[in-house]
């Protein structure tokens, strides 16, 4: 039979199968097969065969081929992270003010779900703390880009319908650091799922997500929504600096006046990217946050 992993914990997975129920299941003889560059064999999302064992326990014999996954480099483990698999999108989920808004953390999730084959969107939530027009401005040059901004606040229940929309009949993944709210909107959203929800410390939040392991959650409006576990920094890695500059989009226009090829848009003279950054066309955070990733990609050689 086929299913979809719902949920893991201890490498026991809740999988719904193709028949309509839930079972328990454990991974045969341990190692799936696997081609996968990651060190987690399977994510939420991902759709597996398995054949019922006992009542309501099976046994996982394979993971079917992914349509796109969202992962995070692991540094420690010098390996990905799959965090979610087969979404249709991926919300980088941020907070106004409290805690701080941060741009560049959203930049890298954009690069991190484009890699995996994710479409990416943004959600800022917490909108009733105001917003301020730097912010404002960030959100507008993602939207420039093409990439689709949500604008919520759990606590008064703005945006929050024209999210539903969005996600209706489809899958989608929201991704942010702890705190941000993610659990208040899939509580609003899901009515009754009474995720925990508060200013949770560090030591905490580890003991609450001890898998850090997300979990695909039914919403009774027809759709599926990823919970995945709070994460507050992500490294950018698997790409060659030399092609970083293809995953700023805003960048591709102002390369053929640069007099290098290939440019870094660093130190070259007469350097399209550079002059279109002084003249304001390419927002001056994003060309800064280009090279904070690059010098890091370039730090050591890391594949
Ligand atoms: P998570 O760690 O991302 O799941 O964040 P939580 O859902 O636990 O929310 C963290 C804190 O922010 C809680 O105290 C929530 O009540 C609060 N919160 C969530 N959404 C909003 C919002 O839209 N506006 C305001 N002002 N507070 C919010
Ligand atoms: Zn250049």
């Not at 719902?6 to 719904?16: A, D, Q």
């Not at 500059?245 to 960048?251: H, K, Y």
């Not at 279109?276 to 730090?299: F, K, P, S, T």
Request: net charge negative; with cysteine.
């Amino acid at each position: 039979m086929t299913g979809t992993i719902y949920s893991g914990i201890n490498n026991i997975y809740r999988v719904l199968g193709d028949d309509g129920k839930y079972y328990e299941c454990r991974i045969k003889g341990k190692i799936l097969k696997d081609d996968e560059d990651a060190y987690n064999p399977l994510a939420p999302g991902d759709k597996v065969e398995f054949f019922e064992s006992d009542d309501s326990k099976g046994l996982i014999t394979s993971r079917l081929p992914r349509r796109n996954r969202f992962a995070r480099w692991n540094k420690k483990r010098e390996s990905w992270q799959v965090i979610a698999a087969n979404m249709d999108s991926l919300l980088a989920v941020i907070s106004a003010a409290l805690p701080p808004f941060r741009p560049r953390f959203v930049d890298r999730v954009l690069i991190a779900a484009m890699q995996g084959g994710v479409q990416p969107a943004v959600l800022l939530n917490k909108v009733d703390q105001g917003v301020e027009g730097w912010v404002e401005k960030r959100l507008a040059d993602w939207e420039s880009l093409g990439i689709r901004v949500f604008r919520t606040s759990a606590e008064t229940g703005a945006g929050l319908d024209e999210l539903k929309s969005f996600a209706e009949g489809k899958t989608t993944a929201l991704f942010g650091p702890s705190g941000v709210g993610k659990s208040t909107i899939l509580n609003r959203l899901i009515p009754g799922i009474d995720l925990t929800t508060g200013e949770i410390s560090e030591k905490h939040q580890r003991g609450r997500h001890v898998t850090n392991f997300g979990r695909l959650l039914d919403a009774p409006w027809g759709g599926r929504l990823v919970d995945t576990p709070g994460v507050r920094e992500i490294l950018v890695n698997g790409i060659d600096p030399v092609d970083l500059p293809g995953w700023f989009s805003e960048f591709e226009k102002y390369n053929e006046s640069c007099s290098f090829s290939p440019c870094s848009h660093r130190h070259e003279p007469d350097c399209g990217v550079r002059a279109a950054v002084e003249d304001g066309l390419i927002h001056q955070d994003r060309y800064e946050n280009y090279i904070r990733i690059r010098e890091e990609l370039e730090e050591k050689d890391r594949w």
